[in-house]
């Protein structure tokens, strides 16, 4: 069965270093998502990105992220100059999508940042 | 502000029962919905997603949408120890074609007891 692979699974970082996380898409999808979920929290949308450019950002995602496409199958977003608050899980999601529905977005089994 | 409104819970029902789980959103614009099931330390997994008023069944799963009072609902049949999680509802408020994005409730936890 398909599905979102996300690497690495727990990441630990210096406050201030940048880090780079990865995604490889389900291979047929053409919308993919980054999500975040603070330990206790509920899920929170970051960016959408479709057809190699960002389609939609949240208020969170401003000029400390950034995400790329640098490849036909991986998905990366960077955050320069982490933070504490950064710490969180970190989920790649990818689409399908038809027209104007969204259709099933699948999770990867996510990325644990800890800022220290 | 776009927002997901569900009963934190906990929602304890007995092995066999019916779960009935509950959610209620802001945005009139949202056309589909959807509900993921979470383990704790684990990332979402989808369970179903529904955009027609009415009722969708998947399994033991049935989804109800109302739009006129944006409510959406999941019942649960025959509830099995191992369906005890977070449920997430979530809604996409995106701006249409290509720019999805879901809002998330901040989800039910169901405990089933055997």
């Known amino acids: 069965e398909p599905e979102v692979t996300q690497t690495p699974s727990h990441q630990v970082t210096q406050m201030g270093q940048e880090v780079i996380l990865r995604c490889v898409p389900i291979?047929?999808?053409?919308?993919f998502y980054w999500y975040r979920q603070i330990l206790g929290q509920k899920v929170e949308f970051l960016v959408s990105?479709?057809?190699?450019?960002?389609?939609?950002k949240s208020e969170i995602f401003d000029d400390q992220f950034s995400v790329e496409r640098p490849d036909g199958s991986n998905f990366t977003l960077k955050i320069r100059s982490t933070k504490l608050e950064d710490s969180a899980m970190y989920f790649c999601a990818s689409s399908g999508g038809t027209g104007f529905l969204n259709t099933e977005a699948f999770f990867g089994q996510g990325t644990r940042l800890t800022v220290v | 502000q776009k927002e997901v409104e569900q009963n934190s819970g906990p929602l304890s029902v007995p092995e066999g029962a019916i779960a009935s789980l509950n959610c209620t959103y802001s945005?009139?614009?949202?056309?589909?919905f959807f509900w993921y099931r979470q383990y704790s330390g684990k990332s979402p997994e989808l369970i179903m997603f529904i955009y027609s008023n009415g009722d969708k069944e998947d399994g033991r799963f049935t989804a109800q949408l109302n739009k006129a009072s944006q409510y959406v609902s999941l019942l649960i049949r025959d509830s099995q120890p191992s369906d005890s999680a977070t449920y997430l509802c979530?809604?996409?408020?995106?701006?249409?074609?290509?720019?999805?994005?879901?809002?998330f409730g901040k989800g039910t936890k169901l405990s089933v007891i055997p």
């Open positions: 945005d009139r614009g949202s056309q589909s």
């Open positions: 291979s047929n999808h053409l919308y």
């Open positions: 979530a809604a996409d408020s995106g701006s249409g074609a290509g720019s999805y994005q879901l809002t």
């Open positions: 990105f479709y057809n190699n450019e960002i389609s939609e």
